[in-house]
């Protein structure tokens, strides 16, 4: 079993930045492929990026590429989202998830098992 819990959201202008934090619960954390994934108002969640756990190689929504960046520190059982250049449209929860072990992920909802309960980011214009 994995708990997340993010932490690092607030309130931020337009342009500015922001690092939210995913820390993991038990022995396992390195390997799972962490994402992250946001769901604004009235949206549905939608992914934003994930970083595998056998090579820590990343990928991103296009709507984020070039301005968020998902990093991982394994002994500290921490997944991190930069995230640069925020704009309006980013406001949103932010929710952390893990797969199963030893699985790629991908940007489907349903190759992650373990969700983080979310934390809140919001871009003023």
């Known amino acids: 079993q994995v708990q997340l819990v993010e932490s690092g959201g607030g309130l931020v202008q337009a342009g500015g930045s922001l690092r939210l934090s995913c820390a993991a619960s038990g022995r396992t954390f390195s390997s799972h492929t962490m994402g992250w994934f946001r769901q604004a108002p009235g949206k549905e969640r939608e992914f934003v990026g994930s970083?595998?756990?056998?090579?820590?190689?990343?990928t991103y929504a296009d709507s984020v590429k070039g301005r968020f960046t998902i990093s991982r520190d394994n002994p500290k059982k921490t997944v991190y989202l930069q995230m640069n250049s925020l704009k309006p449209e980013d406001t949103a929860v932010y929710y952390c998830?893990?797969?199963?072990?030893?699985?790629?992920?991908?940007?489907?909802?349903?190759?992650?098992?373990?969700w983080g309960q979310g934390t809140q980011v919001t871009v003023s214009s």
């Open positions: 998830a893990a797969t199963a072990r030893f699985t790629s992920g991908s940007d489907s909802e349903i190759q992650y098992v373990y």
């Open positions: 970083i595998r756990w056998s090579d820590s190689s990343s």
